[in-house]
């Protein structure tokens, strides 16, 4: 992929038969194993984050809650359960894990779409199948090292969290408008354009869509801004101040965001409501409280992406795709290492949610990534088989790994 294609998400122009079938069928199945482990979490569980925030979508009046959640945090998950809830025959559980299911399955098909509008070369099935794939990897289970496959390591698909799963498909959604947008800065041969077009209409629902993913959970917002400002210097750099108008133009849309943001640090940690909570810098207090090796654990969770970015390292360069997930990594990584809360949410590790969300990009950009290097006719036979070799074992471990979380999900008691 170059610099000047993929500027536009255009509907492709053939959709087979099964792709169309198999997107039906697998996001039906995934409606219903995250309904499923959202019912087990509220009823079987020991403790529960669902649980948690149904309590406290009902524990407001609807004018309390507009005006704790419009200046606080999650308040489209809750508003949504709020309003299911008055549903004739449907209770305030029944809501939550219908709007928490219903929100991971948005996630599925917002990345198949985005898949098929970019790659609609690929081999029939191979998008719904990955995007089911998707779905469902986790850290790499290694019973000998931990128990756990979430605790230490993170995951791209947080089945406890129903607030970072609302966030999700928003964020696939950002990033794949942020690449297609940064695309236009450069044509075809990697030069600067002069001028860079994008329409009103792309500007406003590119804004409404960073309004949504802040209301939804800010976490991604937390990761895109510092990862997407980090591309903007250097190209400012590179192209000598070419590339300012289009920099200015494009962080215009995220001022809503950066306000709603700031309201909601000021009423989570300023206005007393935060429980007493405060931020500090606490180089990996809290990682290291999960974990007897960040290295060790981060290899778990990122065997499959750091594999595809390194064996594709020369396309590296020829899309704002590559550049854009790593940067956005590196922010998410640097908030969970770095920062801290005070007080009795110190080990609540929420400053670790932009880091969660930060490798849900990388894996998505990586399975596109590596979906390519599979069809790409340049490839030599013997990197091929290298590539396809190491890529699939290491894909199958974590999506291996990842049903076995579902089934530990399903039949114990610890949410995570």
Known sequence: MKYGEYTRLNPPENRSRLDLMLKCMLGTLLFCLCYFLATHSIYDCTYSDLRSHIRFSFDYSLKEIVVKYLTGQDFLWHTLVRLGAH????????????????????????????MEREDAGLGAGAIPLSCFALSLVSAIYAPWYSSKIYMGSSSPNPWHSPTQIMVKPFAILLFAMTVMFYNRLRDSSGRYAKTVY??????????????????????????????????????????????????LKLAAAFVPGALLTCMMFFHTFLSGEGGGSSVEIAPFVVWKHYT??????????????????????????????????????????????????????????NFSWGYCIATTVIWFAAMKKFLRMMHDEELSPRAYRITACVGWTLLALHLISGIIYVIQLGTGTNQC
């Open 87 to 114: 549903v004739p025959g449907m209770n305030r559980n029944d809501a939550a894990c219908i709007v928490t299911a219903a929100a991971y399955t948005a996630t599925f098909f917002v990345s198949c779409e985005i």
């Open 198 to 247: 994008y329409s009103r209409g792309e500007a406003v629902l590119y804004a409404v869509a960073i309004m949504f993913s802040v209301y939804a959970k800010p976490s991604f917002f937390q990761v895109l801004v510092p990862g997407l400002g980090i591309l903007m210097v250097i190209d400012l750099i590179r192209s000598k101040g070419q590339s300012f108008l289009f920099s």
């Open 292 to 349: 007897d090796s960040i290295p060790f654990s981060t290899l778990l969770l990122l065997a499959f992406p750091l594999f595809v970015f390194v064996a594709d390292w020369r396309s590296y360069g020829k899309s704002a795709e590559s550049p854009l997930s790593v940067a956005i990594l590196a922010s998410g990584t640097l908030m969970k290492a770095l920062l801290a809360e005070t007080g009795s949410r110190r080990w609540h590790g």
